[in-house]
């Protein structure tokens, strides 16, 4: 089969590095991908929103099958793209439709269908410019620390977590009168702060049965001790520790059954993974948030554990025979660390030369924003390598990826050092 993946990512990476690993792999094209999917596939420069040039890489490489990596695509509705079409129709897409994917799309309509199927999560309530002084009332009657998000795709930016009564009503004003978001933040919800430790579970769906994949959790701060801005992702561990048998049937009877029957229920057809962002607030799971593909940089901790073939697996979720597939995964741990440019969440510097990544051994390097130019491998983004290692514990995965990072240089180079901090 010839496959084309969608992004340019770590999880891109991650996706093709498992899916070059399958017996039934022709050919793997990636769009626009990076230096690392270079090695073992085809990159193509296309935008993954631009669904015309799609369409021609498509028919041109006699496409069998495309995995979309990245959330703008399809709520942008590349799916739907592909149904409307007669020359696309009949070739899969793993990833939603633009129904489904309005469960990351939009929060306040994650949360009504949250409300709606009986889903544990925050009391929340949505506001816009029109009900702003609403909005004031409502954030009166909360306690800190209070929590505002932005309805729409933000880049991972768009929530906000303000300790002062004064500071959330300054920012809320400023997300819906003033567009600190865009249109991203024309609606704003407001939700109670949930206490507790944060994971995140993974689901693959063929829209009737489903595969619970590996738990993980992800590192968000910039800074040691989980302090500073908010990143897209500075490391994760998979498995989370404290996910025993337990908890794990608490999130599957309580939250995986409803959001997957929910979707039914609802007459969304529902074909690719679902990202639940979870809180355990003493013992009990929680919705934080729903996000329709993969984490990043959660994907690079979760694959490598999976024993199975992924794209057998994507055959049964195309063709609805997911429930016939064999699932493994292995009892080993799995840790990433992510090594970002300088200055990085915030305004940092491109096209660093990146070297010693040769030098690695017992590690699996993930490129995220990274580019090759002539013979040299260059930094091109905020987070540009994750450095992922198996071992029989979270300590033995961490030294094999902290060792190897010592191997690796680039101009300013940042990570943290304290992956697993709060686990070990």
Known sequence: ?????????????AFTLKLSQSTKINELFVAPGNAGTAQIATNLAINPTDFEAIKKVVINNKIDMVVVGPEAPLVAGVHDFFLSDADLKQIPVIGPKKDGALLEGSKDFSKQFMQKHGIPTAGYRSFT??????????????QAPYVLKADGLAAGKGVLILNSLEEAKKELKEMLTNQKFGNASATVVIEEFLDGIELSVFVLTDGKSYKILPSAKDYKRIGEG???????????????PFTDEVFLKKVEERIIKPTVYGLQKDGIDYRGFIFIGLMNVNGD???????????????EVVLPRIASDLLDLFEGVADQTLHEKSFEVSPQTATTVMLVSGGY???????????GVALIKDSIVFHAGTKKESDKVLTNGGRVLAITSLGNSIEEALETSYRNIEKVHFEKMNYRKDIGFDLT
């Open 1 to 13: 089969m010839n496959i084309l993946i969608l992004g340019s990512g770590g999880r891109e990476h």
């Open 129 to 142: 410019n029109e009900t702003l002084e609403a909005g004031y009332t409502f954030l009166e009657t909360l």
């Open 226 to 240: 989980d302090t500073g801005l908010n990143t897209g992702g500075m490391g994760a561990i998979s498995p989370v």
């Open 285 to 299: 799971p929680y919705v934080i948030e729903y996000n329709v593909r993969m984490g990043d940089p959660e994907t």
């Open 345 to 355: 969440p915030e305004a940092y510097e491109k096209n660093k030369e990146i070297s």
